[in-house]
């Protein structure tokens, strides 16, 4: 049975056309995954089918009454509440008819009047069937199936990074449980564990969902049906994500065959009617130029813009390039027992720990970005950094990407800038299109355009993967294994730093619990 439906879906912006004249359905036994290359309009689909974008045209049905649960890839919130009464605001409609029900009670004990406790029954069959009394059980248990608990529910929403916000968010839509779920990357900020435990819970979920990913080993452990948005169309293939792999180049094939067999016969056709335009078989020649006129060309299976990177590189000669002694990071209090480690010259080092136990929160301590409760991090002399920072935040967002290169280094000729970016991954029309409209994978494309751009022998990178297309990934991990420098990485993708790393450093194992 459908829970959505989808037709003649024709959407573009600017000179780029995603999609047009799609179709496809959702039906109520679906776990579907999303996926497609950055800027193919994954995100912008999810937006047109939750009302935030109009289609140019097209119909989205969804059935009537159905309640959708949706997490935005840069998701936010204004809220003042703290972490618990957020989560607990899930539960509002139980929480107001136990007060319905609480209100019965005072007013039987004032008049006496039978019916209010024949209410009061009926509120409690509601509170039962919702299992009203084990909802702090359930909030518990989703708070630590996705790290929440080490921020503890006091802490307000509004002073969580981007990262933990959306874990927040999307702790808030699981226990709501509406009727679908559209998640937009919902493992960026997730490491391992939660990882796989939300594996698990939209395994046991019992409504159908949607789910944009680029991490496609999650994508193959919950899905059932796939839709791939490429070359502006919408293809939908039964089955797990490697089976619709399987189907798509099937499928890419049989187009390649076709375009090859009907070019061949246009140029013979072509061919044909140059030789025979005038004499005895004009005539025959005029009707295979009609024929042609009339004739709707294929076009051949095509590959979007491929990024590859080159992180130059200024020699350092050193035994040893960083130093961290007894380091104490934190903010109001030290997140970590206190760090000591060095690096040896052409390290490559990744730190990894769930979210929220303080990665990011050590490198910018070492970086001196944070004060510290204590202790040293030294780089030696001659050390040139390079830093990505995860969040996709910039100083004026309505620049373009071809603006934003011009001002930080007014000496490139505007040629050299396109190239640049077209390296990364950019096409030509987001190279003139505002950061704010970019995707979060094109976005990313620029930051890392961005560290090509200046020479150093360390790098150190938070979460670089996060949005990135997984043809993007592989070309970032080469340029990675390619650079003769330091590395520190920060990544909850263990397919992304295998064979990378030469040393892992467990944060957990430093962290200081409550």
């Not at 935030?52 to 969804?62: F, H, P, S």
């Not at 007894?326 to 060095?342: A, K």
């Not at 309505?398 to 970016?421: A, C």
């Not at 150093?456 to 080469?478: G, R, V, Y």
């Amino acid at each position: 049975m459908s829970i959505l439906e989808v037709s003649g879906l024709t959407m573009g912006f600017a000179e780029k056309e995603l999609y047009t004249d799609a179709s496809f359905t959702l039906n109520k036994e679906d776990h579907m995954g999303i996926i497609g290359q950055n800027g193919a309009g994954k995100s912008t689909l999810i937006k047109l089918l939750t009302g935030q974008l109009l289609a140019d045209a097209g119909q989205i049905k969804w059935q009537k009454k159905t309640r959708i649960g949706y997490l935005d890839q840069y998701a936010e919130s204004a809220h003042e509440l703290t972490i618990g009464a957020f989560l607990r605001s899930a539960f509002n409609e139980l929480d107001e008819i136990a007060e319905k029900q609480a209100k019965c009670y005072v007013d039987y004990a004032q008049t006496l009047d039978e019916r209010l406790l024949e209410k009061a029954g009926k509120y409690q069959e509601q509170l039962e069937a919702g299992d009203f009394y084990a909802l702090d059980v359930q909030i518990e248990r989703v708070m630590t199936g996705l790290g929440i608990d080490a921020l503890g529910k006091e802490r307000q929403v509004s002073q969580c990074s981007g990262g933990q916000r959306s874990k927040i968010i999307l702790a808030k839509l699981l226990l709501e449980e509406p009727d679908v779920l559209l998640l937009d990357e919902p493992t960026n900020y997730l490491d391992t564990e939660h990882i796989e435990w939300l594996i698990e819970y939209l395994n046991a979920f019992s409504g159908c969902f949607m789910v944009i990913s680029h991490d496609y080993d999650f994508l193959e452990k919950i899905t059932n049906t796939i839709i791939d948005v490429s070359f502006g169309k919408i293809t939908k293939y039964t089955g797990s994500f490697k089976k619709a792999l399987k189907q798509k180049e099937l499928k890419k094939e049989v187009q390649l065959k076709a375009y090859e067999k009907q070019r061949r016969q246009i140029e013979k056709d072509e061919a044909y009617i140059r030789k025979n335009k005038a004499g005895t078989r004009a005539a025959m020649a005029r009707s295979r130029q009609k024929r042609l006129d009339k004739l709707e060309r294929l076009t051949p299976p095509s590959d979007n813009l491929q990024a590859k990177f080159n992180f130059p590189y200024i020699e350092l000669l050193s035994a040893t390039t960083l130093k961290v002694e007894n380091l104490s990071v934190g903010y109001e209090r030290p997140l970590l027992s206190p760090v000591t480690f060095s690096l040896s010259h052409g390290e490559k080092v990744v730190l990894k720990g769930f979210n929220g136990i303080g990665k990011s929160t050590l490198i910018k301590s070492i970086l001196g970005e944070l004060k510290t409760f204590g202790g040293t991090a030294q780089f030696v002399d001659a050390t040139v950094i390079n830093y990505f920072n995860q969040e996709l935040s910039w100083e004026d967002k309505t620049l373009t990407p071809l603006q934003l290169l011009q001002n930080i280094y007014p000496k490139l000729e505007p040629k050299t800038i396109r190239q640049r970016l077209a390296r990364a991954g950019l096409n030509a029309t987001n190279i003139l299109k505002p950061l704010e409209l970019l995707s979060g994978g094109e976005q990313t494309k620029v930051k890392l355009c961005l560290l090509e751009l200046k020479p150093s022998n360390f790098l150190i990178l938070d979460e670089p993967t996060n949005h990135l297309d997984d043809e993007t990934k592989a070309a970032l991990k080469q340029a990675l294994l390619d650079f003769p420098g330091n590395i520190l990485l920060v990544t909850h993708e263990e397919s992304f730093y295998a064979g990378l790393a030469d040393k892992i450093f467990d944060v957990e194992q430093v962290s200081l619990r409550k």
